[in-house]
């Protein structure tokens, strides 16, 4: 059993670039979510779904666009990366009826230069 | 809006001491808290959680915490931390869901517990 499967794990990336970071479970979840985790600033929620086709914004969505075409996947695009967006990205899943135990992901740490 | 407060950055225990992490809450309704631990590259695991009833928790890993509505806290604690307890510790707090269980939940800033030999 895989859980929740992110990729890359590192990323570095030039100002203005983009790129998607990957996330999976194969626990059936429906329920999916993004964090940042910067030093300091704890978690912080950028966008989730509640089910495909279903997004919405968390506490930090500017500078990025979810999608959620399978229940499976739940990818985060960075449209054009900027040095503020330097930070380890969390990707985290839980059934509806228990969305606060979240299973996470292992992370991926970007760097935009 | 919600907020969690923790107030100490950095924790040192001595291996077999008793642990006390501080976690304050400020929620507007009866609050859904968490403590969630990260070891070192991992991601977050859930150790506790209080919705309602008894005020003392127990979790995983032998560790409790105890919700004070008088005081917005609710601490951490563990009788006797082992070396394998070294890791961020994040107190949370959610909204309730009508779905059953807590949503949208805002985190704290983490304690970083070290454990001395």
């Known amino acids: 059993n895989a859980g929740v499967t992110q990729t890359p794990k590192f990323q570095v990336l030039k100002t203005g670039q983009s790129m998607t970071l990957q996330c999976a479970q194969d626990m059936n979840h429906e329920y999916m979510s993004w964090y940042r985790q910067d030093p300091g600033m704890g978690l912080r929620l950028i966008h989730y779904?509640?089910?495909?086709?279903?997004?919405d914004q968390g506490e930090v969505p500017n500078g990025y666009n979810v999608s959620r075409s399978t229940t499976e996947d739940f990818p985060l695009r960075l449209l054009s990366a900027a040095p503020s967006q330097t930070s380890v990205y969390f990707c985290?899943?839980?059934?509806?009826?228990?969305?606060?135990?979240?299973?996470f992901g292992s992370g991926t740490q970007l760097s935009v230069l | 809006a919600q907020s969690v407060t923790q107030p100490d950055i950095h924790i040192t225990v001595s291996e077999g001491a008793s642990l006390e992490l501080r976690c304050n809450y400020s929620?507007?309704?009866?609050?859904?808290l968490f403590w969630y631990v990260q070891s070192p590259g991992q991601g977050l695991q859930l150790l506790l959680k209080?919705?309602?009833?008894?005020?003392l928790v127990q979790g995983i890993k032998g560790f409790e915490a105890e919700f004070k509505r008088s005081q917005s806290s609710f601490n951490l604690r563990k009788p006797s931390v082992h070396w394998s307890d070294a890791a961020e510790y994040f107190c949370a707090v959610g909204v309730r869901y009508s779905g059953g269980g807590a949503d949208g939940l805002t985190f704290g800033k983490g304690t970083h517990l070290i454990i001395q030999p």
């Open positions: 209080y919705f309602s009833g008894d005020t």
């Open positions: 779904s509640v089910g495909a086709g279903i997004t």
């Open positions: 985290a899943s839980s059934y509806s009826r228990e969305r606060e135990k979240l299973f």
């Open positions: 929620y507007g309704a009866t609050p859904y």
